[in-house]
């Protein structure tokens, strides 16, 4: 079974970046499609990112489109969301998910999520 873990969320100014991590523990992303999604209090889950098992193939919702890159390490199992240019509207829960196909932009099409991690965005 895949579990992941976020990290990285933090405190940043607006205009700043930040990266935000995501690592498969007791299992592998191997063949997995992957996600971010986030999550602002109030306010329903939203798809933000995916990148397909390669990497060759991603997709952006287009809030974030040209400010927001995500890419993935298999051999470390791990997939990143790097954000730049940051809005205090960026400010939510951050979530990877991983899917069994590509691309995959709605919550209920993801079988894995991890907890989630932080992301502040200050005035």
């Known amino acids: 079974q895949v579990q992941l873990v976020e990290s990285g969320g933090g405190l940043v100014q607006a205009g700043g970046s930040l990266r935000v991590s995501c690592v498969a523990s007791g299992g592998t992303l191997v063949g997995f499609a992957m996600g971010w999604f986030r999550q602002a209090p109030g306010k329903e889950r939203e798809f933000v990112a995916a990148?397909?098992?390669?990497?060759?193939?991603?997709a952006y919702a287009d809030s974030v489109k040209g400010r927001f890159t995500i890419s993935r390490d298999n051999a470390k199992t791990t997939v990143y969301l790097q954000m730049n240019s940051l809005k205090p509207e960026d400010t939510a829960v951050y979530y990877c998910?991983?899917?069994?196909?590509?691309?995959?932009?709605?919550?209920?099409?993801?079988?894995?999520w991890g907890r989630g991690t932080q992301v502040t965005v200050s005035s």
């Open positions: 990148i397909s098992w390669s990497g060759g193939s991603t």
């Open positions: 998910a991983a899917a069994s196909t590509f691309p995959q932009l709605r919550v209920g099409q993801y079988g894995y």
